[in-house]
């Protein structure tokens, strides 16, 4: 059973296109983020929505928006790809919101975005 | 603004060969400082949660220990399924985001 799923695994693009990328989790966390890997494998915080409200939005262009239609899923799009958006993204969630007492957060199998 | 360090980058190992990785942190108030194992072309795997200083947690071949200013991930008589990129992360008090290193290669031969 696949705990948290993204899609697709690899989306290869040409700069200017919009894009998105789908999170679903069915672990009934309350909580999802968006991270992005370089190519160095620095893992870095995008967005995080608890129960579908946005409580994370780090220094990110406005060309990248999540959307929460539920609790189970978190979507990522991305208007107008440059080529520094290449990078692999990864969905993770949680169980816990804003409260007390520290959570983990499981992650997704990653999408790799390669713009040309 | 919170901070992640590990050392070293890379770290090559024969099988039996015990060894520990370095994680330095700086941050105003941990609530919680995970370890991460993360194979090529996977997402980040869950190993450990620590606390408090002075915690230890255990997973087969794999030790975590914490301080106050880093943690250790000790890897006891390795074997080369243990070859990944090992991630530490601190979790603020007054956040909810993990904040990374940049991780640790392990690459164990036979």
């Known amino acids: 059973d696949t705990a948290v799923s993204q899609t697709p695994k690899y989306l290869v693009t040409q700069m200017g296109n919009d894009k998105s990328i789908k999170c679903e989790q069915n672990l009934g966390h309350d909580t999802m983020y968006w991270y992005k890997q370089d190519s160095k494998k620095f893992l870095k915080i995008m967005f995080s929505?608890?129960?579908?409200?946005?409580?994370i939005n780090e220094t990110v262009p406005n060309r990248f928006s999540p959307k929460s239609p539920d609790k189970a899923h978190l979507n990522l799009h991305i208007n107008s790809l440059e080529l520094g958006d290449s990078a692999v993204y990864f969905c993770?969630?949680?169980?816990?919101?804003?409260?007390?007492?520290?959570?983990?957060?499981?992650f997704g199998p990653g999408t790799r975005l390669t713009v040309l | 603004e919170d901070q992640v360090t590990q050392s070293p980058e890379a770290l090559r190992l024969q099988e039996g060969e015990s060894s520990s990785l370095n994680c330095s942190y700086t941050?105003?108030?941990?609530?919680?400082l995970f370890w991460y194992r993360q194979d090529p072309g996977k997402g980040p795997e869950f190993l450990f949660t620590l606390y408090s200083a002075g915690e230890e947690k255990e997973k087969e071949r794999l030790k975590a220990t914490l301080t106050k200013k880093e943690s250790f991930l000790h890897i006891t008589a390795p074997k080369p399924e243990d070859s990944a990129t090992y991630l530490c992360?601190?979790?603020?008090?007054?956040?909810?985001?993990?904040?990374f290193g940049t991780g640790t290669r392990l690459l164990v031969s036979p």
């Open positions: 992360a601190v979790q603020d008090l007054g956040f909810q985001k993990l904040v």
């Open positions: 941050v105003s108030g941990l609530r919680g």
């Open positions: 929505y608890n129960n579908k409200e946005l409580i």
């Open positions: 993770a969630s949680s169980p816990y919101p804003l409260a007390g007492g520290t959570d983990t957060q499981y």
